[in-house]
């Protein structure tokens, strides 16, 4: 298996300009995390699908901030507009198993995002 | 207070020593993720425990639930073990992390 991938694994980009990250998840694990490193703030949840629905999004920072999961192959997460303050590393990770309990838990190699 | 609190911040050892990262948490989990973030930035996970102890080659996690407090160990340290460890804790569905320890090991 070729784990999480995910892509672009870098973006750079204009304040105001719309982001689209992607992220395929290992084949056959039902849960699907999208996070945020920065340096200030370190590692944070920004939402989390199981069985490609959204169980948790209270981490997603504000409504410019969207995600999506169409199939269980492929999820977004999507700014728009950008601001400088996004910048950060966008990782992915996918897992069997639910909630807290998971299984298998990968990340992918993440996206670094300036938005400059 | 953070929710997880991990120490040291910082870790400088020689090569061969024995290390520990201990992580400490306020909130009630079902299950402790310890991580280790490497210098290009990839995130591998290493553990997820729930109870008592896991070994994989030279690391050794362990976890005491009614004390809130978790150890990872290292034997041997090599310097490619250099990297952030990161203790992460499930609660219902979210993930609280740790600030993370910066682990480096000089040959």
């Known amino acids: 298996d070729a784990g999480v991938i995910q892509s672009p694994r870098h973006e750079v980009t204009e304040m105001g300009q719309e982001v689209t990250l992607r992220c395929k998840p290992i084949?056959?694990?039902?849960?699907l995390f999208w996070y945020r490193q920065t340096m200030m703030r370190g590692l944070e949840l920004l939402i989390y699908?199981?069985?490609?629905?959204?169980?948790?999004d209270s981490g997603m920072p504000e409504d410019r901030f969207s995600a999506k999961m169409p199939n269980a192959s492929f999820s977004t997460l999507k700014i728009q507009p950008s601001e400088p303050r996004d910048s950060a590393v966008y990782f992915c990770?996918?897992?069997?198993?639910?909630?807290?309990?998971?299984?298998?838990?990968?990340f992918g190699s993440g996206t670094r995002l300036t938005v400059v | 207070k953070n929710e997880v609190e991990q120490s040291p911040q910082n870790l400088t050892a020689q090569e061969g020593e024995f290390i520990t990262i201990n992580c400490s948490y306020s909130?009630?989990?079902?299950?402790l993720h310890w991580l280790q973030q490497h210098p290009g930035g990839g995130i591998v996970s290493l553990f997820m425990?729930?109870?008592g102890k896991k070994k994989h080659g030279r690391l050794i996690a362990t976890i005491n639930i009614q004390e809130k407090h978790s150890s990872l160990h290292i034997t041997a340290s090599h310097p490619r073990d250099s990297a952030v460890y990161i203790c992460?804790?499930?609660?219902?569905?979210?993930?609280?992390f740790g600030a993370g320890t910066r682990l480096t090991v000089k040959p």
């Open positions: 990770a996918s897992s069997s198993g639910t909630g807290d309990m998971l299984y298998g838990y990968t």
């Open positions: 084949s056959g694990h039902n849960s």
């Open positions: 909130v009630g989990i079902s299950a």
């Open positions: 425990l729930s109870s």
């Open positions: 992460a804790v499930g609660v219902n569905n979210d993930m609280r």
């Open positions: 699908f199981n069985n490609n629905v959204p169980i948790d």
